[in-house]
Antibody
Framework: EVQLVESGGGLVQPGGSLRLSCAAS????????MNWVRQAPGKGLEWVSY????????YYVDSVKGRFTISRDNAKNSLYLQMNSLRADDTAVYYC????????WGQGTLVTVSS | DIQMTQSPSSLSASVGDRVTITCRAS??????LAWFQQKPGKAPKSLIY???SLQSGVPSKFSASGSGTDFTLTISSLQPEDFATYYC?????????FGGGTKVEIK
């Protein structure tokens, strides 16, 4: 069974940093691209970042470029999102999702940016 | 960036109704379109990919069509478990973008 489990969310002050993790199991992680998608409270879905299976290709939504870094460790079956210079409008539930088709999603982890 | 516009943003329907949701892309995306269902407090669930292909395990009451810029999702006979928010999403090019969502509520 495919499982994606996010962790690392929490309350952080504006300007602070947080590192999200997504632990994958039930499939060959190294063969699949991955994404981060977020959802602000009461709002719609927003794609945040993509990383190819071998980390050779990475994309970001403009609003996080220069502040967020996506990475992965195929040996540990894990995906990461390093978030720096956090702002109030980064407050959201962050999901990891498999492939361009987003066929599988994690349960999400809540990031709250507030003083 | 490609803008995805869904309509309506919300609708009220009764159990057994046939419901259609539309999604329009700001430029042609061939058939690189997906549909998702999201229930409150839960992660989205993939329903449709490639504009009209049903994901494994998704019931056949869901159908979808379209190509280019105009797409539709139809639920043939609404059941209580189908009341949710539905999103379209283009994966033709980055940045990947979602529609604003359509909330299907009970009348």
């Amino acid at each position: 069974e495919v499982q994606l489990v996010e962790s690392g969310g929490g309350l952080v002050q504006p300007g602070g940093s947080l590192r999200l993790s997504c632990a994958a199991s039930g499939f060959t992680f190294s063969s699949h691209s991955m994404n981060w998608v977020r959802q602000a409270p009461g709002k719609g879905l927003e794609w945040v970042s993509y990383i190819s299976s071998d980390s050779s290709t990475i994309y970001y939504v403009d609003s996080v470029k220069g502040r967020f870094t996506i990475s992965r460790d195929n040996a540990k079956n894990s995906l990461y999102l390093q978030m720096n210079s956090l702002r109030a409008d980064d407050t959201a539930v962050y999901y990891c999702a498999r492939d361009r088709l987003f066929g599988y999603w994690g349960q999400g982890t809540l990031v709250t940016v507030s003083s | 960036d490609i803008q995805m516009t869904q309509s309506p943003s919300s609708l009220s329907a009764s159990v057994g109704d046939r419901v259609t949701i539309t999604c329009r892309a700001s430029q042609g995306i061939t058939n690189y379109l997906a549909w998702f269902q999201q229930k409150p407090g839960k992660a989205p669930k993939s329903l449709i990919y490639a504009a009209s292909s049903l994901q494994s395990g998704v019931p056949s009451k869901f159908s979808a069509s379209g190509s280019g810029t105009d797409f539709t999702l139809t639920i043939s006979s609404l059941q209580p478990e189908d009341f949710a928010t539905y999103y379209c999403q283009q994966y033709y090019t980055y940045p990947l973008t979602f529609g604003g969502g359509t909330k299907v509520e009970i009348k």
